[in-house]
């Protein structure tokens, strides 16, 4: 596999991961939001994530190629929103309750989404390692010559 190659693959499961870390944050930041309507509320969402094989430009196909080859990069399929159920309160005193008391809130789980953050996180981190590594493998080759 050329260097080249690695830095792609790298990077292109960077880029992904900082997707997620977006959509993660998104997620938290709107966890305490209301609403009157369920129509309105905000709702989870979550990055969707293919693997590239050399014959394949992300088209969701199988996430194995049929000759088990390793995948030659991330893609990101797009970002869906969870079909969790709402959380219906009765808070007749929210300013933005409905006319029978209901406020609606996200079926955000902050817990779920720490682990998606850490998990994000921890993977970016691995992808800068596999980029570095790279990096010093090339420049040790071209000491070689000297």
């Known amino acids: 596999m050329s260097l080249d190659k690695v ?5 292109s499961g960077m880029s992904a991961q900082s997707l997620r870390l977006n959509t993660v944050a998104s997620n938290i930041a709107n966890a305490d939001t209301v609403s009157s309507s369920i129509d309105q509320t905000y709702r989870a ?6 693997t590239i094989f050399n014959s394949q430009e992300a088209t969701g196909g199988s996430l194995f190629s ?24 009765y808070e ?14 996200p079926n955000v789980n902050v817990v779920e ?16 390692e596999v980029m570095n590594t790279a990096k010093t493998m090339l420049q ?7």
């Open 92 to 105: 007749p005193d929210h300013p933005m309750a409905n006319e029978d008391g209901y406020v609606y809130y």
């Open 140 to 146: 040790r080759v071209l000491t070689l010559g000297q």
């Open 45 to 50: 969402r979550n990055p969707v994530f293919a």
């Open 7 to 11: 830095f792609d693959i790298a990077g």
């Open 66 to 89: 049929p000759d088990q080859q390793a995948g030659d990069g991330v893609a990101v399929l797009g970002i869906v929103e969870s079909d969790a159920s709402l959380e219906p309160r």
């Open 113 to 128: 989404e720490m682990a998606n953050m850490m998990s994000a996180s921890r993977s970016y981190q691995t992808n800068v």
